[in-house]
């Protein structure tokens, strides 16, 4: 079973405007954490955001903020005011297990639209 | 801005033959990791390293894989006898325990080619 779903392939989203990349995620484990990070083409793995399931605020690092509802088992990413430079693939990860693995979505690529 | 880095940045190698893959993890940072990413594909966890040993291993991490840490700095890892599915890309992440964030900081990665 999947452990994250990232069930948008692809969006776009035109310059300025406000995104949401969705993410749900399966785990029995009371304690956990969720990550987003950004791929943009040159290959790289940039760390976007964290959200810890005990905290009791919805993450936010600037025009990033992640928009976490524990009953539904979702941490969509809210990316607003768009930028040209925010086209990348975008994953969503859980850390689990003893060694604090990620386990990572498919992944979103987002385009942004002059 | 201390970073993770990995070396060689593109490595191509013949089926059956050995290569390293190197990482220089953050200097204060004590759990290491492997993943690796198929192109086209997700990100797949390989293995974790803490306290010199490994700390758990995915269904991948076989045994033409090893890790090491040979040294205070560098981490690496190994494939014995590279395959043509090996090829992809494998990024080397260090962890930080700071503020209980357990946040994974990855390397540029190195692309492996298995020709």
């Known amino acids: 079973a999947q452990k994250i779903t990232q069930t948008q392939p692809g969006m776009f989203v035109q310059e300025k405007e406000a995104v949401t990349l969705d993410c749900t995620y399966d785990?029995?484990?009371?304690?956990?954490?969720l990550f987003w990070y950004k791929q943009p083409s040159s290959g790289e793995m940039i760390f976007l955001i964290y959200?810890?399931?005990?905290?009791?605020q919805n993450a936010t690092e600037g025009r990033y903020s992640l928009n976490f509802q524990k009953a539904r088992k979702s941490a969509n990413l809210v990316i607003s005011a768009s930028q040209l430079g925010d086209s990348a693939m975008y994953f969503c990860?859980?850390?689990?297990?003893?060694?604090?693995?990620?386990?990572f979505g498919a992944g979103t690529i987002l385009r942004v639209k002059s | 801005e201390p970073e993770v880095t990995q070396t060689p940045s593109h490595q191509v190698t013949q089926m059956g033959q050995e290569v390293i893959l190197r990482c220089v993890p953050i200097?204060?940072?004590?759990?290491f990791y492997w993943y690796r990413q198929i192109l086209g594909q997700k990100v797949e966890f390989l293995v974790s390293?803490?306290?010199?040993?490994?700390?758990?291993k995915s269904e991948i991490f076989d045994d033409q894989f090893s890790v090491e840490r040979p040294d205070g700095s560098n981490f690496t890892l190994k494939i014995r006898s590279t395959k043509l599915e090996d090829s992809a890309m494998y990024f080397c992440?260090?962890?930080?325990?700071?503020?209980?964030?357990?946040?994974?900081?990855f390397g540029p990665g190195t692309r492996l080619t298995v020709l």
């Open positions: 990860a859980m850390r689990e297990g003893k060694g604090n693995k990620l386990v």
């Open positions: 200097s204060n940072h004590l759990y």
């Open positions: 959200q810890g399931s005990y905290d009791q």
């Open positions: 390293f803490y306290n010199n040993e490994i700390s758990e």
């Open positions: 992440a260090s962890l930080e325990r700071e503020r209980g964030t357990d946040t994974q900081y």
């Open positions: 785990t029995s484990d009371p304690s956990y954490g």
